[in-house]
């Protein structure tokens, strides 16, 4: 799955990167689900290892466009993974409280402790992308933050925490398409917002803070993939595979009973 992998301090062009990219699955829409099936079972079985060997902490960053596929990515992906073992943690407009303090303060608190996996729906890199494409903060405050973000993944992979970010990657036809099936579909009016057409307006601006972050941010301790998510099973796919394969990596075992089970008869 390396194709997807941002390499440290590379150049990033977001534009030479296809959305509707497969060339990690050659079969069809229908065999992949059959093997997205037996890539979520087997994650199921691997974050079962990381929860009873509580030892390791699993980090999933996910970032995206507005209808990029975040929440259909955790409900799918996860599907197998056990509640008791995961949690997701959503970050959205920072509270007062929250912004009395600093950007990460409310980040740390929630990341994995031991045997957890934990799932970041958008993340401390709202920082460095809403917060600059809107001025939010003046340049001199949040350029700073790439060298902090990267410290702080650090210390976090340091303390045994593996970190993985995934860029859900649509193109603009994709977002006009899915913001359209919202609003044909009453159902799915709460997820719809005037304000995404805004939002919408600055692409250009998100992109090019998304390259700076990849270019800045994407680290051997914690990188950042780029997942063509044009088409919602290939994205599914792709970070199944990406999760599987690392967690096997881990080289997790089952503990021991700490009692002799030799010759246990149960009546
Ligand atoms: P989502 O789009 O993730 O499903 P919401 O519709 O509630 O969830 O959107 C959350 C909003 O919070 C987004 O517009 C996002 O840009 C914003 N947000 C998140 N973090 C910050 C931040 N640090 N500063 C400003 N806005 C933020």
């Known amino acids: 799955m390396k194709p997807y992998q941002i390499k440290p301090d590379s150049k990033v062009d977001l534009s ?6 497969r060339r990690e699955f050659e079969g069809s829409k229908e065999e992949s689900l059959l093997e997205l099936k037996k890539l979520t079972e087997r994650l199921g079985e691997l974050q079962e ?8 902490r ?14 259909g990515t ?3 992906v996860f599907v197998d993974a056990n509640p008791k073992g995961v949690r997701v943690a959503s970050f959205k407009v920072p509270t007062p409280e929250e912004l009395a303090h600093d950007y990460l303060w409310r980040v740390h608190k929630v990341v994995p402790g031991n045997g957890e996996l934990v799932i970041f ?3 401390h890199y709202e920082d460095v992308l809403v917060v600059r494409v809107h001025n ?16 702080f993944e650090r210390l976090l992979a340091e303390n045994g925490t593996t970190i993985l970010k995934f860029f859900l990657h649509i193109d603009l036809d994709e977002q006009k398409e899915r913001l359209q099936a919202r609003l044909d579909d009453p159902a799915k009016h709460w997820k719809f917002r005037l304000g995404d057409l ?10 090019k803070a998304y390259e700076d972050a990849f ?6 301790y914690a990188p950042w993939y780029v997942i063509p998510a044009n088409r919602k099973w290939y994205r599914d796919l792709v970070i199944s595979r990406i999760l599987v394969e690392t967690l096997e990596a881990l080289n997790m075992e089952y503990p021991k009973s700490e009692e002799n089970l030799d010759g246990v008869v149960i009546d």
């Open 16 to 21: 030479k990167h296809d959305p509707g990219d």
């Open 49 to 56: 290892l990381l929860y009873a060997e509580n030892k390791q």
């Open 58 to 71: 699993v980090l999933v960053v996910l970032q995206a466009m507005d209808t990029g596929g975040k929440d």
């Open 74 to 76: 955790i409900r799918r």
């Open 121 to 123: 729906n958008r993340s």
């Open 136 to 151: 939010l903060v003046p340049k001199q405050v949040w350029s700073k933050r790439y060298e902090q973000i990267n410290q």
């Open 198 to 207: 805004d939002e919408r307006k600055l692409w250009p601006d998100y992109i």
């Open 215 to 220: 270019e800045k941010t994407s680290t051997k």
